[in-house]
């Protein structure tokens, strides 16, 4: 079992700027990529930015270059520093990590969330 905690969401105005963290317990040996999630009221959930295991950072159309995804000081400690924030990012931010060899969209361990809002 994979337990992840996120934490850093807050109440901040439109540009400015956030770091959420993702700390990732228990078995992590087959975890092969983290990523970070949102979903906003009456929205899909959808897939900010993921990091994997060798590096490789990728994020959604919406986020790039404003959001930074990665690993942070402490072991098993993913990051994600976000700038310029607009109210659009307004969202309840989820953490998750994919197992080595399940379909790449399919993640299978998940944070509670932790809660960011943009105000305008």
């Known amino acids: 079992q994979v337990q992840l905690s996120e934490s850093g969401g807050d109440l901040v105005q439109a540009g400015g700027s956030l770091t959420l963290s993702c700390a990732a317990s228990g078995n992590l040996l087959n975890i092969n990529a983290i990523g970070w999630h949102r979903q906003a009221p009456g929205k899909e959930r959808e897939l900010v930015a993921s990091l994997t295991s060798s590096g490789a950072a990728n994020y959604g159309d919406s986020v790039k270059e404003r959001f930074t995804i990665s690993r942070g000081d402490v072991a098993n400690m993913v990051l994600l520093r976000m700038n310029s924030l607009k109210a659009e990012d307004t969202a309840v931010y989820y953490c998750?990590?994919?197992?080595?060899?399940?379909?790449?969209?399919?993640?299978?361990?998940w944070g509670q969330g932790t809660q960011v809002t943009v105000s305008s």
């Open positions: 998750a990590a994919h197992v080595l060899g399940n379909p790449w969209h399919e993640y299978d361990y």
